[in-house]
C-alpha cells in the first residue's frame, strides 16, 4: 500500500517530475525478472514441499530494498516535493541520468521481491484447512492484510506530513520524537516514509518466521534434479492443458490482474490530477476505502464457500468493469469517493475466490508450481498494462489535456476487465476436491 499505491509512483511523477512511462518501466522491469525466475522457484520447492525459507528469504530482500529507496532518496536527491520541511532552494527539479537509475534498481528489487513471496506463502494454504473451508481461510487472510494496510498508512503518514488522516496534525514534540527514533525521516515528505516502511515491513513479517512452519516436509529427497526443475517450468503451461480450464483460468488471471494492478498503481496519481485532490489528501482517501475491503474480502470467502468460486469470480469481474466505467465518467470528488468505497469492497474478492479456484483445478502436490505460474501470468501482465497507462497518459496530455488523458487511461483498464470476463466465462465450475 505506502510503495506501490501511495508514495512511489506521487513522489517519482509529482515531486520529481518523471513520467508515467518512467514509473511503469520499474513495474515492468520487476514483473520480467519474476517471470523468468519465479517458476523455476516453484518448482525446486515443490521437490522438498519448503515454502517457508523462499518466503523469509524474499521478504529480508524486500525490506532491505525498500528502506534502501528513501535512503538513497535522501543522499543523492535534493530534498523537493509535498510536506518537505527544509525544501532545496530550486525552483524546478526533473530527475534524471544515474540518481533516476538508482531509485528504480532499489525499487525493482523491492517490488521483485515482495512479488516473489506471493506463490510460496500461497502454496501453504493447502496444509492450514480441508478443501471446503479454502475459500474461508482466505477472505480471512485478505481481510487481515487489508486491516494491516490501513494500519501501515497510519503508522507511516506521521513521517510524510505529521498527521494521521482523519484525525488531523500531530503535536510537534511527539514527530520530534518519532522522526529522531527513525532514521532517514527528518524532512518528511514522501522520500522520509521508506525507511519506516521498510522497518515495519520486517516487524510484521516476524510471527510467519518463527511461528509457521512447513507440515510435510519432505527430509531426504536427495539431490535436487535441477534439469528436470527446467524441463517442468517449460512444460508448466502444457500440462495445465491436462487439468480442465485450468489453462483459460490462466489466461483470465493473466488479464484481470494486469487490469486490478494499473488501476491500483495509478490510483493516488489519478486522484490528484484528474479528480483535483489536494496533493497528501490521497492517504486519507485510501485509508477511508480500505476500510470496505476488510468487510468485503470476508465475504467473498464467505460466499466462494457457498456458491463457489468460479460464480464469485465472475460477479466481481462484472462489478470491476461497472465501476471502472464509473470512474472515467464521475466528475465531482463525492462520487469519486462512492465509486472508491464499491472498489475498495471488491478489490479483494479475487485474490480470495482465484486460491481457492486453482487448488479446484489442480491435484494440491503441484500447488507450489501452479501457484508460480500465476504469478507468473499476473506479473506478465503487468509488463502490459502499465506502459499502455502511461503511453496513453504522456501521449494524450498534449492534445486532450491531462484529465481527458487519465480518463481514457482507465478507460484502456475497463477494456481489459470486460475481455477477461468472456475468457473466465469458458471455464468450467471446478470440483470440491473429495479428500479431507
Not at 120 to 125: I, S, V
Not at 195 to 207: A, I, N, R
Not at 391 to 399: E, Q, Y
Not at 404 to 430: K, Q, S
Request: charged share 10%; with cysteine; proline share 6%.
Amino acid at each position: 500500500m505506502n510503495v506501490l499505491t501511495l508514495y512511489f509512483a506521487v513522489w517519482l511523477v509529482s515531486d520529481l517530475h518523471a513520467s508515467n512511462t518512467i514509473v511503469a518501466l520499474g513495474n515492468g522491469i520487476a514483473s520480467v525478472l519474476v517471470v523468468v525466475s519465479i517458476p523455476i522457484f516453484g518448482a525446486l520447492s515443490d521437490v522438498t514441499h519448503r515454502r517457508k525459507p523462499w518466503v523469509i528469504g524474499f521478504t529480508l530482500v524486500s525490506v532491505a530494498a525498500t528502506a534502501l529507496i528513501g535512503v538513497i532518496g535522501q543522499q543523492i536527491l535534493p530534498l523537493v516535493g509535498d510536506a518537505i520541511l527544509t525544501p532545496a532552494a530550486i525552483s524546478t527539479y526533473q530527475i534524471g541520468g544515474w540518481a533516476l537509475a538508482a531509485i528504480l534498481i532499489a525499487f525493482v528489487v523491492a517490488n521483485y521481491s515482495h512479488q516473489g513471496a506471493l506463490p510460496f506463502y500461497n502454496a501453504m494454504l493447502p496444509e492450514l484447512a480441508p478443501p471446503n473451508e479454502w475459500g474461508r481461510l482466505s477472505g480471512m487472510g485478505a481481510a487481515l492484510a487489508y486491516i494491516g494496510s490501513i494500519c501501515g498508512v497510519l503508522m507511516i503518514t506521521p513521517f510524510f506530513n505529521g498527521s494521521l488522516p482523519v484525525f488531523g496534525t500531530l503535536p510537534e514534540g511527539f514527530l520530534h520524537i518519532l522522526r529522531t527514533a527513525i532514521p532517514f525521516t527528518l524532512h518528511a515528505g514522501r522520500v522520509s516514509t521508506f525507511v519506516p516502511t521498510g522497518l515495519l515491513y520486517l516487524l510484521f513479517s516476524l510471527p510467519i518466521f518463527f511461528i509457521c512452519k512447513d507440515r510435510f516436509v519432505v527430509r531426504e529427497p536427495g539431490r535436487v534434479a535441477w534439469r528436470q526443475a527446467f524441463r517442468d517450468v517449460a512444460h508448466t503451461v502444457s500440462e495445465a492443458k491436462k487439468y480442465p480450464g485450468t489453462l483459460r483460468f490462466l489466461i483470465a488471471s493473466f488479464i484481470y490482474q494486469d487490469a486490478m494492478g494499473t488501476i491500483i498503481s495509478y490510483m493516488a496519481l489519478y486522484a490528484v490530477m484528474a479528480m483535483g485532490f489536494k496533493r497528501g489528501t490521497e492517504t486519507t482517501l485510501f485509508v477511508v476505502l480500505t476500510i470496505p475491503a476488510v468487510i468485503g474480502s470476508w465475504l467473498w470467502g464467505r460466499l466462494t464457500d457457498r456458491i463457489g468460486p468460479r460464480k464469485t469470480l465472475l460477479f466481481i469481474i462484472g462489478a470491476w468493469i461497472t465501476l471502472l466505467l464509473a470512474m472515467m465518467l464521475v466528475a465531482s470528488q463525492l462520487m469519486f469517493w462512492i465509486v472508491g468505497a464499491f472498489i475498495g469492497f471488491i478489490y479483494g474478492g479475487v485474490n480470495v475466490a482465484e486460491r481457492p479456484m486453482l487448488l479446484r483445478l489442480i491435484p494440491e502436490h503441484e500447488a507450489g508450481r501452479f501457484f508460480s505460474l500465476l504469478v507468473l501470468s499476473a506479473r506478465a501482465a503487468a509488463i502490459f498494462g502499465p506502459f499502455i497507462w502511461g503511453f496513453a497518459v504522456d501521449g494524450l496530455t498534449p492534445t486532450l489535456g491531462l484529465v481527458i488523458a487519465y480518463r481514457a487511461a482507465v478507460g484502456t483498464v475497463a477494456v481489459a476487465m470486460i475481455i477477461a470476463f468472456f475468457v473466465l466465462r469458458g471455464v468450467p465450475e471446478p470440483a470440491m476436491p473429495s479428500h479431507p
